[in-house]
C-alpha cells in the first residue's frame, strides 16, 4: 500500500486521467490519418553513410508490436572503423497511423530487459543538434549490456516533426494533438551501435553523427 502514496500516487493520477482524455478525445470526433510513404523506401545513402541490409520482424514480435510499418536497416560510414572493421548502426523506426484503437508505440527501455539486455550505466537524455529545427533534438541514451554484448542505444518519439523523449510528455501531446489536429500518428525512432573495445564514448559520438545525417530524411519522410 506504500506504492499508493506521496509522488507514485500523483504520477498514477496523471496517467490514468491522460488516457481517459486521450480516449475521450480520439474518440468524440473523427481522425485524419495523413498519407505516408512506406518506410521502405528510405533513403540507402546520405551523407556518407551507406544501407547495407535490412532485417525483417519476426511475427511474434510484430504481433506485440502491432505497428503500420517498420524499418529495421543496418547502416556503415568509412568514418567509423575499429580494427579494419566497420561499426554498424542499426536504425530503427515504427510508424503508427493511429492510436485510437490501442496500438501504441512500446518503450525500448522495456523492450531491451526482454531481450537479455540490461542497463550498466544510468540512463539519461542527450541533446542532438540537427539541421532543420531550431532546437536540438533530445533523445533518450542507454549503454546496455548482454553477456560480453554491450550497445548504446538512443530513442525518442516524433510526431508531427515533434521530437519527445519522456514517455509521459508523449502521453500529454497525444491529447493535445488529437483535440487540436484530429490526429493520433506517431513513430518510435531507435539507434543502436556496438561498443567496441569498451569505447561506450565513441559509439555514442558515432550514434549522434548517424542521427545528425539522418534526420532531415526522416523528417521528409514521416507525415
Not at 497511423?97 to 501504441?104: D, W
Amino acid at each position: 500500500m506504500r506504492f499508493l502514496r506521496g509522488s507514485n500516487a500523483l504520477w498514477l493520477t496523471v496517467l490514468l486521467a491522460v488516457q481517459g482524455a486521450a480516449y475521450y478525445a480520439l474518440a468524440s470526433r473523427p481522425e485524419l490519418t495523413p498519407p505516408m510513404s512506406p518506410l521502405g523506401g528510405f533513403p540507402e545513402t546520405f551523407q556518407g553513410w551507406q544501407g547495407l541490409k535490412d532485417f525483417g520482424i519476426d511475427a511474434d514480435t510484430e504481433a506485440v508490436l502491432k505497428a503500420d510499418d517498420t524499418l529495421n536497416r543496418e547502416y556503415i560510414s568509412p568514418a567509423f572503423v575499429t580494427n579494419a572493421k566497420y561499426d554498424p548502426v542499426i536504425f530503427f523506426v515504427a510508424y503508427f497511423k493511429t492510436q485510437r484503437t490501442g496500438a501504441t508505440p512500446h518503450s525500448p527501455k522495456n523492450c531491451l530487459p526482454g531481450a537479455g539486455f540490461e542497463p550498466v550505466e544510468p540512463p539519461g537524455t542527450i541533446e542532438i543538434p540537427v539541421s532543420g529545427r531550431p532546437d536540438p533534438l533530445t533523445a533518450n541514451r542507454y549503454i546496455v549490456a548482454r553477456g560480453d554484448d554491450k550497445m548504446v542505444v538512443l530513442y525518442w518519439y516524433q510526431s508531427h516533426n515533434r521530437t519527445i523523449a519522456n514517455e509521459f510528455s508523449a502521453k500529454f501531446w497525444l491529447v493535445a494533438d488529437a483535440i487540436r489536429y484530429r490526429r493520433s500518428d506517431t513513430s518510435v525512432v531507435k539507434v543502436q551501435v556496438p561498443v567496441i573495445a569498451n569505447n561506450s564514448a565513441g559509439a555514442v559520438r558515432e550514434a549522434v553523427s548517424f542521427v545528425q545525417a539522418a534526420y532531415p530524411a526522416l523528417a521528409r519522410q514521416l507525415p
